[in-house]
C-alpha cells in the first residue's frame, strides 16, 4: 500500500538529499559486496512496495534517459516512423556522448504522470532506479545522484545505513 509520507519526507529533505545520499554512499561502499547487494535489493522491495511512482514521476520529470539503438527501433515501429525521423524528433546527445530524450520532462510523460509508451519504454527507464538486483554496490555514485530524483533511492540509502 502506497504510502505518501515517503514523498513528502523526501520532499522536505530534498535540498539535503543530495550531501546526505553522497556522505552515505560513501560509507556504503566501504561494505560493498554481495552481502549489501542482497540487503539493498531486500530494501528495494520494501520500500517500492510503500511508494507509488505515479505519485511523484521525479525520473521522467527529471532526467532524460539513455536510449539505445533496440529502444529507437521498437518505439519508432510502434509509431509508424522510421527510426531516423524518430531520432531526429525526440532524441539528442549529451555531454557524456549518450542519445538521449531532447526534453526534460519526457515528452512521453502524460499530465497524469503516465507514461504514454510504458510498455514499450527504453531499457534505461524500465531498470530506473537501478536498485535492486545483485549491482547495487557498484553503483553507489549512481545512487547519490539518483536520491535527488527519486525518493525511493533516498530512502533505501537511508535504511541501508540504519542497517550496516
Not at 520494501?46 to 527529471?62: M, Y
Not at 557524456?96 to 520532462?105: A, I, S
Not at 553507489?140 to 540504519?162: D, F, S, W
Amino acid at each position: 500500500m502506497a504510502d505518501p509520507d515517503l514523498i513528502n519526507t523526501w520532499q522536505r529533505k530534498k535540498e539535503q538529499a543530495a550531501a546526505e545520499s553522497k556522505t552515505i554512499a560513501k560509507r556504503l561502499q566501504r561494505k560493498k559486496g554481495k552481502r549489501l547487494d542482497e540487503l539493498a535489493d531486500e530494501v528495494h522491495q520494501e520500500v517500492f512496495s510503500r511508494i507509488n511512482c505515479l505519485d511523484c514521476a521525479g525520473c521522467c520529470s527529471g532526467i532524460p534517459p539513455i536510449v539505445t539503438k533496440g529502444d529507437v527501433t521498437r518505439i519508432a515501429k510502434t509509431f509508424g516512423m522510421k527510426p531516423a525521423d524518430f531520432e531526429k524528433q525526440y532524441l539528442t546527445e549529451d555531454e557524456d556522448g549518450d542519445t538521449v530524450m531532447n526534453t526534460t520532462p519526457c515528452p512521453f510523460l502524460l499530465a497524469d504522470r503516465k507514461c504514454m509508451i510504458y510498455d514499450i519504454r527504453p531499457r534505461a527507464c524500465r531498470q530506473f532506479p537501478h536498485t535492486d538486483g545483485l549491482d547495487f554496490s557498484k553503483n553507489m555514485k549512481l545512487h547519490a545522484l539518483n536520491a535527488t530524483i527519486c525518493p525511493g533511492v533516498y530512502h533505501i540509502l537511508q535504511r541501508l545505513e540504519a542497517l550496516v
